[in-house]
């Protein structure tokens, strides 16, 4: 829970507002508090409010996958990304890897396995030697595969967040820090259409604790394993060459090599092919067919936001803001000492992985759900009283604007999509999630370099710490009163 600064203001405030940010009295000089203005739109996206509206949106999922569900099996938003998983599995199961660079044997194959005509084939798009972790998952039958897929997966956040909340000495329990991830909209996306992205977040999780335990060998190793993933890879390798963590890379890609390895003596020609495909992810997100209205990669912004003017300009856009991004992180740790425990390392960390996740040239909505983890970061390592998010109003703010932005960009791309098409007679979409991350990562890091804590030790929050949550979660005052 968050406190406010005092009971008296949190009765004085008005129904339905964020209670006010105040910094800390000068008890040296007696100096009173100044209260801060509120967030402008805080009738509109207060605490509780923010609680419910990724509820309403969980619902309207659930029942669209419902009602297709009972119209014609299992499809649609339930399931449908894992869809594409359970096929690579499949062909991996019965000799077949060459078929998944064959978009009509996949979609033929899908057929089958729903029992209908399906109108969107669900494409393999992930490293080939990947699809090996599904060749278990496709001899099910369908739906029970994605039964035990989902079951899986929230295990996995279950054991990371509860890892994270022992390394950090965070004061939410397990539960309760799932239950703020679930209000954030990437997280009902993901869980309902069956995407990995638990295990991305597992694996970041356990990277972050190797490398604050100074085992940067086992990190490496862990770190590695992105390679079935890589535009995830990209912000925290250049994090960590920046910070001269070469032992950390050697083992990643020692881990990487085996998993192509893997891949060469397996699937060699749907490797090959895979590769030399690489270029073509760029046609495939410019294809009016794709939901490009969920894309927030890096790259993407640009082509969102010019490619409907010109392509070179989107193009030029897009690898401005990737190579913009990457240079933010590599700043981060130019000149820095490597002490990892300390408070300034571990508000570093987090502005990495945050804009680590954006500066992937392709990602998709779902994938956002990996923020929690620089968020929980933060919140565990800035608690305050002050009744300010993390204490410091540029996170504060900007984690607000990201959690609002991520609640409404899907409905607010196909909007800019519909009006520009009619105005313009091509798409333009403005993702603000993009530059919306870029700005938190700044304000972490601005944090941790004011503190000039490099050579704090860390230390666990005192036993009658106040509980801090993240945004959404219900505001508790001091004595026990609350405000939403």
Same mark, same amino acid.
């Given at each position: 829970?968050?406190?406010?600064?005092?009971?008296?203001?949190?009765?004085?405030?008005?129904?339905?507002?964020?209670?006010?940010?105040?910094?800390?009295?000068?008890?040296?000089?007696?100096?009173?508090?100044?209260?801060?203005?509120?967030?402008?739109?805080?009738?509109?996206?207060?605490?509780?409010?923010?609680?419910?509206?990724?509820?309403?949106?969980?619902?309207? *999922?659930?029942?669209?996958?419902?009602?297709?569900?009972?119209?014609?099996?299992?499809?649609?938003?339930?399931?449908?990304?894992?869809?594409?998983?359970?096929?690579? $599995?499949?062909?991996?199961?019965? $000799?077949?890897?060459?078929?998944?660079?064959?978009?009509?044997?996949?979609?033929?194959?899908?057929?089958?396995?729903?029992?209908?005509?399906?109108?969107?084939?669900?494409?393999?798009?992930?490293?080939?030697?990947?699809?090996?972790?599904?060749?278990?998952?496709?001899?099910?039958?369908?739906?029970?595969?994605?039964?035990?897929?989902?079951?899986?997966?929230?295990?996995?956040?279950?054991?990371?967040?509860?890892?994270?909340?022992?390394?950090?000495?965070?004061?939410?329990?397990?539960?309760?820090?799932?239950?703020?991830?679930?209000?954030?909209?990437?997280?009902?996306?993901?869980?309902?259409?069956?995407?990995?992205?638990?295990?991305?977040?597992?694996?970041?999780?356990?990277?972050?604790?190797? *490398?604050?335990?100074?085992?940067?060998?086992?990190?490496?190793?862990?770190?590695?394993?992105?390679?079935?993933?890589?535009?995830?890879?990209? $912000? *925290?390798?250049?994090?960590?060459?920046?910070?001269?963590?070469?032992?950390?890379?050697?083992?990643?890609?020692?881990?990487?090599?085996?998993?192509?390895?893997?891949?060469?003596?397996?699937?060699?020609?749907?490797?090959?092919?895979?590769?030399?495909?690489?270029?073509?992810?760029?046609?495939?997100?410019?294809?009016?067919?794709?939901?490009?209205?969920?894309?927030?990669?890096?790259?993407?912004?640009?082509?969102?936001?010019?490619?409907?003017?010109?392509?070179?300009?989107?193009?030029?856009?897009?690898?401005?803001?990737?190579?913009?991004?990457?240079?933010?992180?590599?700043?981060?740790?130019?000149?820095?000492?490597?002490?990892?425990?300390?408070?300034?390392?571990?508000?570093?960390?987090?502005?990495?992985?945050?804009?680590?996740?954006?500066?992937?040239?392709?990602?998709?909505?779902?994938?956002?759900?990996?923020?929690?983890?620089?968020?929980?970061?933060?919140?565990?390592?800035?608690?305050?009283?002050?009744?300010?998010?993390?204490?410091?109003?540029?996170?504060?703010?900007?984690?607000?604007?990201?959690?609002?932005?991520?609640?409404?960009?899907?409905?607010?791309?196909?909007?800019?999509?519909?009006?520009?098409?009619?105005?313009?007679?091509?798409?333009?979409?403005?993702?603000?999630?993009?530059?919306?991350?870029?700005?938190?990562?700044?304000?972490?890091?601005?944090?941790?370099?004011?503190?000039?804590?490099?050579?704090?030790?860390?230390?666990?929050?005192?036993?009658?710490?106040?509980?801090?949550?993240?945004?959404?979660?219900?505001?508790?005052?001091?004595?026990?009163?609350?405000?939403?």
């Amino acid at each position: 829970m968050m406190p406010s600064s005092s009971t008296e203001a949190a009765q004085n405030m008005p129904s339905g507002a964020l209670p006010e940010a105040q910094p800390e009295a000068d008890t040296q000089h007696g100096d009173q508090p100044k209260p801060l203005p509120r967030f402008a739109i805080a009738k509109l996206m207060n605490a509780e409010r923010m609680r419910v509206y990724p509820a309403l949106m969980f619902i309207a *999922l659930a029942f669209m996958s419902i009602r297709d569900a009972l119209k014609t099996g299992i499809h649609g938003e339930l399931g449908g990304d894992f869809l594409s998983f359970y096929t690579g $599995g499949a062909f991996m199961l019965h $000799g077949n890897a060459a078929a998944l660079a064959l978009v009509d044997k996949q979609h033929a194959f899908q057929e089958m396995v729903l029992h209908f005509p399906v109108k969107n084939t669900a494409v393999w798009v992930s490293p080939p030697f990947f699809a090996w972790l599904f060749a278990p998952l496709a001899m099910l039958p369908f739906p029970v595969a994605y039964a035990v897929f989902t079951a899986a997966s929230l295990a996995l956040c279950i054991g990371a967040f509860s890892a994270l909340r022992k390394t950090l000495s965070i004061q939410q329990s397990t539960k309760r820090m799932l239950w703020t991830a679930a209000q954030f909209c990437p997280t009902i996306h993901w869980f309902v259409i069956g995407q990995t992205t638990a295990m991305w977040l597992s694996l970041l999780v356990w990277v972050f604790i190797l *490398l604050r335990q100074g085992r940067d060998a086992k990190a490496g190793l862990l770190f590695g394993l992105l390679v079935c993933k890589p535009p995830l890879a990209i $912000g *925290l390798a250049v994090g960590l060459l920046a910070a001269r963590r070469f032992r950390t890379l050697t083992f990643a890609g020692v881990s990487a090599a085996a998993l192509v390895g893997v891949g060469l003596l397996t699937t060699p020609s749907a490797l090959l092919h895979y590769v030399h495909a690489g270029p073509k992810l760029v046609s495939l997100v410019r294809n009016p067919a794709y939901p490009i209205s969920g894309l927030v990669g890096s790259f993407e912004f640009g082509t969102l936001l010019l490619d409907g003017i010109s392509h070179r300009l989107g193009t030029a856009l897009g690898v401005a803001m990737l190579v913009g991004l990457l240079g933010m992180i590599a700043s981060f740790w130019a000149r820095t000492t490597w002490r990892p425990g300390t408070l300034s390392w571990d508000l570093k960390m987090a502005a990495t992985l945050a804009v680590g996740v954006t500066a992937s040239p392709h990602l998709f909505f779902y994938d956002l759900m990996l923020l929690m983890l620089p968020l929980f970061i933060v919140s565990a390592r800035l608690p305050t009283r002050s009744g300010l998010l993390f204490g410091d109003r540029g996170l504060a703010e900007t984690t607000f604007w990201i959690w609002a932005a991520a609640l409404a960009s899907p409905l607010v791309s196909a909007i800019e999509m519909v009006l520009s098409r009619e105005a313009f007679g091509f798409a333009i979409v403005l993702q603000l999630l993009v530059p919306l991350v870029g700005v938190w990562g700044y304000y972490a890091n601005r944090r941790a370099q004011a503190l000039n804590a490099d050579h704090e030790p860390w230390r666990s929050a005192a036993p009658d710490a106040p509980e801090v949550s993240l945004m959404p979660a219900r505001f508790e005052m001091a004595d026990g009163a609350k405000t939403c």
